[in-house]
């Protein structure tokens, strides 16, 4: 393909997911209406490429949503939530704002506390943490993987603006070394959580005995540090995790290896379409 797609709010028959098709936000939105069976559209973008379309649909205020947005980290405004993915555009106008929204409607409702830690810890800690690693030149495989599964456009425009964008993104997502041995901390702490409370609850991480919305947010968000084969419901390949740098390997085996990133695999084999 030439140039991704694009559409009219207006002329749409069925939802329209917009995202950027790597991100493990937009795999938990993805997960949710793939897991309702909900016909659906995805509307991918490449990162920079994606400001266009989500901006326009964002444009009101009211179709920002209050929940986390990359540039948090940096104490970046909250302005940025004008292009934040992913969201949802239904046939009758109106916007779901962000993933939270787009999992309870489709899925139902996620334990509050749950929500907080996962939305503004794990996700964010493992945003800046696989960035850290797919943005660095010296791994350029990794990104070029992801690139190439993109349409002409916007490899072309990463040609272009590549090192532009990945400026921009080192510095919103405040990435740096230091940073990263926090978000390191941070990912294991929540994983160290989860997998005690899986030890007394093997089915979920509320007290239910079948696996919930929260634990969909939990498997999706926390799937970056675990790797599932089957990621994004094979939407897009992220490359086999032999082709990590070292350092990376370690951290994905050291999480496959908890009860918490146990759950992620075994939930990713049985319960992802
Ligand atoms: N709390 C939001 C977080 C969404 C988010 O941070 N999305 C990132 C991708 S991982 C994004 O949109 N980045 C591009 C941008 O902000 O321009 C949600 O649950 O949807």
């Known amino acids: 393909m030439i140039f991704p797609s694009s559409f009219k709010i207006e002329q749409i028959s069925v939802p329209h997911l917009v995202t950027i098709p790597y991100s493990h936000y937009c795999e938990l939105a993805r997960w949710a209406m793939d897991m309702s069976q909900t016909e659906y559209k995805e509307m991918k973008y490449m990162p920079g490429y994606h400001m266009n379309v989500v901006g326009r649909l964002r444009k009101k205020k009211e ?7 990359a540039g948090q980290e940096s104490d970046h405004h909250g302005g940025r939530r004008k292009y934040s993915v992913p969201l949802v555009a239904m046939p009758d106008g109106t916007i779901l704002r962000d993933s939270w929204e787009i999992l309870e409607k489709f899925m139902g409702p996620v334990d509050p506390s749950w929500k907080d830690l996962l939305d503004n810890k794990l996700g964010i800690s493992l945003r800046q943490l696989a960035y850290f690693y797919y943005l660095n030149p010296k791994n350029k495989d990794l990104l070029n993987n992801i690139l190439n599964q993109t349409t002409l456009s916007e490899r072309i425009y990463w040609f272009f603006f590549g090192n532009i964008v990945k400026k921009s993104m080192y510095e919103l997502m405040a990435i740096t070394k230091e940073n990263i041995e926090e978000s390191k901390k941070v990912i294991f702490d929540v994983f ?14 509320t007290e239910e ?29 992220m490359g086999s995790i032999e082709s990590f740098p070292t350092d990376y390997q370690e951290i994905i085996k050291f999480c496959r290896n908890t009860t918490a990133g146990k759950f992620i695999l075994n939930c990713y084999e049985t319960k992802r379409l």
């Open 192 to 205: 160290e959580k989860a997998s005690e409370k899986l030890n007394s609850n093997p089915h979920s991480l």
């Open 209 to 237: 005995s079948f696996f919930t919305p929260t634990d969909m947010a939990f498997c999706a968000l926390g799937s970056i540090a675990v790797f599932p084969e089957k990621y994004s419901g094979n939407t897009v390949k």
């Open 63 to 69: 179709n920002r949503s209050n929940s986390s947005f």
